[in-house]
């Protein structure tokens, strides 16, 4: 007999207590492990164990050690490997067929065809990407990051990111509106990207040469004060970045019309930014049995993720639209599928992960400043540790969570969240929106095989 | 006889219920009115009627229609009244005798005597100030403010704020170390003075007949949402101002000089802010029965309480040193009592009022993030409302709390909390901290006898 009265705590589906009064009922927020994949579950916890976690203690403080500093401007040709010649097209996210690529992604590579003047129209652009004739490779295997569709092609000027011998680079922000990145190719586009190749890239490049290096750690992190997140709201960095080089740029030809570009675009720094993430993610590539995420990337057909023990591998899933903010007339029916590889940020640590920096971003993305608060604390549960340099004001100034366990992902079924614009589904038009998307769990379910087999075959 | 059990709810002092279990007590936050004086109390209750609300309806909306726009930056000597001919110096805070100044107010009057060629020596200098041939008044007797000692003189450079017909001025900002404003006075305080009236002045007018006037209201707001809180850090709203203005300003002789001293001086939006908050507070004076504050400011020795319902009368008391941060090597014993004009940004709302926007004030100032959220929090209770246009992301974007009433101060106990910069209290040395400091209970006192007096005299 119960005489005491009833109390519950229940961890399974809410309609196993529907009978119990409320009141009485304690609902447990809890998950099975591995997304509810027994046998992925088995795996994760075979490695949870000390060799993993001492690999991944190494892999956190390789990646922290990294204090990227942006060195140069240079074409694409001169400093990226295999770009020296022929027709080579970078693009974001893992290795995809052209014939399976996205409006916006084949709307880019088409205007990258005819920027560099391998086509004279755009039928000429498209007939020649679909003839095979231009070689197509992820920005990635080439120590290069793109936002959006990230199209490079050789005379791009590209931001060249260092750290002692290793090398980072990444695409120049074109602004918002009709631009490459979002699938625009018209003539507006590859005007400016012949302003960009002509003027603003030289200019830069001779500006950092005077002023010497900028360390993107410190910029990065004195925007995180100010209101940035480091991916989607750049407004802080680009200000101060403008401010600190604009005696130098004012003082060199042309130097007057960078200072118009770099005060109509509020998102200059987002590409400091990634290639700075990358060049820091890229320290723990190749670490032996670290569960680290040193990758998430999307081409807007796929997302890929790369971990630490598992060097250059891609594991990859389908990818859906982010949800968010769209601009008037647009809806979810006309989003592509998420692309970019700026999730590097979120990677680190900025972005979706650094939201609590930045209560005005929700203007941009969606909710409101409370969530942006919980997002961050959200992320902790799945990241390895606290970024050094990266301070959250309005947490106390504890560090931005900082590198995804694929482990901790798969204990707690928390995903990734990855602040992100949002392009239309057809090439040519442009951005529609900026929103947030999760990781899908797919990801991460083959990186624990994945990681299981590369211990396995040692 | 009690059977039940006692419960108390006590709002005297805390001594009064010692002997009551702490469990069965719940102690009142409450303060008896008027900061317990029970003549002024009774005042403060006759004038809180319909005729004090609508006239402080009145003056807030007034207040909050005005847009300040930055228009031009001209010679003290031409554009505010009183200063075309002769040895005239305006000061921070309420009027005062040049022999109850104070050491940095003494110092910077030095330094701008011998910056305007009245005097060769720093002993030639105090002994022509001692002698009253120089004439003294505070800047808000002319529309004008001045951060810290406040010092202006007819030669210096002053930005001219407008709407309308409406003006308000406000010296340039020197930047941080030694300078005028913190009662320094030596070679490089006023080299740095002449190079302020010859370059950076004319080259910043010319920037501004050439781009257009600047809207302050929407830069302030910009900020906010950057980490700025319009006093104690400008950084943001700084960053943005030479970003917008650098490629005017780099094409004018003497541009890069001036973006390199814009690039140096974090701070140089202050007094924008300042001579914005001025003009907008002015359009409440005169406005009869309200008890809205148009002015908090300090002279060092004085701080001084304007209120609309009496115009232009100063309510004064004794002022103390701020509390906060000290450089290295200084401290308390140090600090001069506090000063400045620039205590006008919290009159409008910005400062210690929007500390919430500005979670890394408090590595300056003091505190943590969750004590400048409750700094914001609790000047609500003492403000007519949110500022319409000065939104504070932290807080779910409702509007900064603006508009100080006094009769909300006497109800409350609770008093303005400004943001200030800490000055050596002796002369030539200068600033030594940062902190925060509570606008004394006394000037509300008085401003409500001030205020029954004006009515009664109608």
Redesign the interface.
Known sequence: MITGGIRVLNAGLPLIVDGVPAADVVQLDWRPPAFGDAHVAEIAVSLDDEITHDANRRAIAAVHAVRPRLVAVRPAREVIAGMGEGKVLLHAGPPLDFGRMCGPMVGALMGASLFEGWAATPAEAEQLLRSGQVELAPCHHRSAVGPMAGVISPSMPVLVVADGERRAFASLNEGLGKVLRFGAFDEEVVTRLRWMRDTLGPVLDAALEAFGPIDITSLIGQAL???DEGHNRN??A???L???L??T???LPH???V??F??GNDHFVLNMSMAGAKLAMDAAIGIENSTLVTAMARNGVEFGLRVAGTGEQWFTAPVGPADGLFFPGFGIEDANPDLGDSAITETLGLGGFAMAAS??I??FVGG???DALATTRSMRRITLGPHPAYML?????TGTPSGIDVLKVLDTGMLPVINTGIAHREAGVGQIGAGVVSAPSEVFLKAAVGLRHARDSR
């Open positions: 004060a100010m209101g407004v802080a680009t200000s101060l403008t401010r600190r604009a005696p740029i004012a003082a130097g007057i019309e200072l118009e770099l005060a209560p005005a929700v203007q409101t400043p409370d004001p309005p947490l106390n100034f």
